[in-house]
């Protein structure tokens, strides 16, 4: 039977895995790439009440005939409600005369050129002065070079592989997305403090004990939060349709927060039993 101390003393080979996880997720941004979000690429969200079944792509054509030089992407038909996303200006009465014996647009919100733009420079530099604080902050508290890098490193990769499933799942890059991604620097710091802060200043005991008392605490707060953003997934997908931005977020965090138990407890400890033993 495999225990957690035998796990965590096999735990530097096992540096392989997040490593390569990243350089796939990383391969997957370069050629598959991220959909944008209204909120970046400018447009309008519309939300259609239907009055009889439809499928996706009778919907899109009929949209697509009231706004031929758009592109239209159906987000969702669930509960008789359809979420349309249109790129471009886009003339919200000519698509609801079109809709007429289909449906009826409830709701609509539309995001300018000019301010996507901005939107798009923000995100950029929020994910950028999130990751030079943090590293700030993790030099300030270790004052080491190697634990330091190490704990860096394992957030750099838990947010390479959280993009790489965006791309992959088709999740798009939004000003909500964005914000998951932020939350996931801050939860991956936490995990990996917990375990180099255990590891690397307590005494007593040897450095597997030290991370199997970490790994205990690690693994009960990654099953917490995992099951929670499972759950809201799972309400959002089948009950509140209309609410896909909870979706988008719960779907981020649920690939960041397995990524992370990753990065934390296969990279970052492999570093830092290296580190240690070659120090001793």
Known sequence: MITFEKFLESSKPLIAIPVVITLIALVLIATVGLNQGIELKGGTVVVIDLEKSISE???????????????????SIKNNQATVDITGDTDVVKISSTLEGTGTITSYRSVGPILSSESMTQVYYALAFAFIFMSITVFI?????????????????????????????????????????????????????LLTTRVLKRKEGTITERATDALKTGLTMAITSISSMVALFLV???????????ADIAAVLIIGLVADVLTTWLMNLGILRWYLEGRK
């Open 57 to 75: 792509n009778e919907l899109q054509s009929i949209i697509s005939s009231a706004a031929p030089n758009q592109i239209v992407d159906i987000k």
């Open 141 to 193: 508290i270790f004052r080491d070079i190697i634990p330091s890098l190490a704990v860096i490193f394992a957030a750099l990769s838990d947010i390479i592989i959280a993009v790489g499933g965006m791309s992959l799942f088709g999740i798009p890059l939004s000003v909500a997305s964005v914000g998951a991604l932020l939350m996931l620097i801050g939860y991956s710091v936490d995990t990996d403090i």
């Open 236 to 246: 959002v997908y089948f009950f509140i349709p209309a609410a896909q931005t909870l």
